[in-house]
């Protein structure tokens, strides 16, 4: 494929569209059907009128031949990856966190076990479902907070969402998805400037480490133990080889004993590791 397609249709050309969604896959694992080629010419429109590039050919001659830092291939996957998330999200998944994994944890440290929590948000997006679980954290142990050593590791292959999550600010329509009695006591209201939003407070944020990491290449340092992993919502867009991938990560990074939270669509994605028992409602426990 030497030359350069002439078809500048807003869907784009087999020629234009394959080795952009192949380079999407190697690089990210998200897998692009043909049936998304509407898709990715939207969500790159703007970048390449940026660029000044004619077309979406154009477009990846630029990321594959003249991007040596791999800076236009990281706004290429944000564009890509899809984002949604909210507060709250599935909330049988934190009703399980509240009333049986953490007051097992606690249980082990009133017997004499180390005050240590550690918890992988392998999803991040914009910050919601990392800073519920801290909330939650918050709210279960209290003053207790203070004396325990807590990581929410929050990742995402996004660069752009992952800035906006270390920020923790949202707009105020999405209190909705927070219960009433949290709002009091972990989020302010914003005033001025920033009136209609409201922000996590600061010693929520604190609980939660935000850092890129590419599920489908990266690998957890040795030694790393999490008590909980949740990836949520994100296996459905990999294919078969892909999600083995990942959930070979995961069950290396969990604790024996630990627990493992997928989303609504993805409980058969665990049927080929036998390392993960059923709980129910898409809570796994690391056998």
């Known amino acids: 494929m030497c030359g350069r397609p002439t078809n500048s249709a807003i869907v784009p050309t087999e020629e234009e569209f394959v080795p952009l969604r192949d380079l999407i896959y190697d690089t990210s694992g998200i897998y692009l059907s043909d049936s998304k ?13 940026q660029l000044g590039l004619p077309n979406l050919w154009e477009y ?66 914009t910050g919601q479902e990392p800073y519920t679980i801290a909330m939650c954290i918050a709210h279960h142990f209290g003053k207790a907070l203070a004396s325990w050593d807590v990581e929410v590791l929050s990742t995402d292959i996004n660069t752009k969402v992952l800035d906006e999550a270390r920020h923790g600010v949202y707009e105020s329509t999405l209190l909705k998805e927070i219960p009433l009695e949290y709002h009091k006591s972990y989020l302010l209201r914003g005033t001025g400037d920033f009136a209609g939003c409201f922000a996590v407070k600061p010693f929520v944020r604190k609980l939660v480490r935000f850092e890129r990491f590419n599920l489908t290449e990266d690998t957890m340092p040795t030694g790393i133990d999490f008590d909980a992993v949740f990836i949520r919502n994100v296996m459905i867009y990999f294919d078969a080889e892909t999600q083995a991938r990942v959930l070979r990560t995961v069950s ?36």
């Open 60 to 125: 990846y001659q630029h990321v594959r031949y003249s991007d040596p830092d791999g800076v236009e291939l990281q706004h290429l996957i944000n564009a890509i990856s899809t984002n949604k998330t909210h507060f709250f999200r599935e909330p049988h998944h934190f009703d399980f966190l509240m009333q049986k994994m953490l007051p097992e944890i606690s249980e082990r440290a009133n017997r004499g076990g180390r005050r240590r929590l550690r918890i992988w948000c392998g999803a991040a997006s």
């Open 37 to 49: 080629r509407t898709l990715v010419a939207s969500r790159l429109a703007r970048r390449v009128r």
């Open 252 to 287: 290396s990074a969990c604790k024996v004993g630990g627990y493992v939270f997928l989303g609504h669509a993805e409980s058969n994605h665990t049927s080929a590791n036998t390392r993960f028992v059923p709980l129910g409602n898409t809570v796994f426990c690391k056998k």
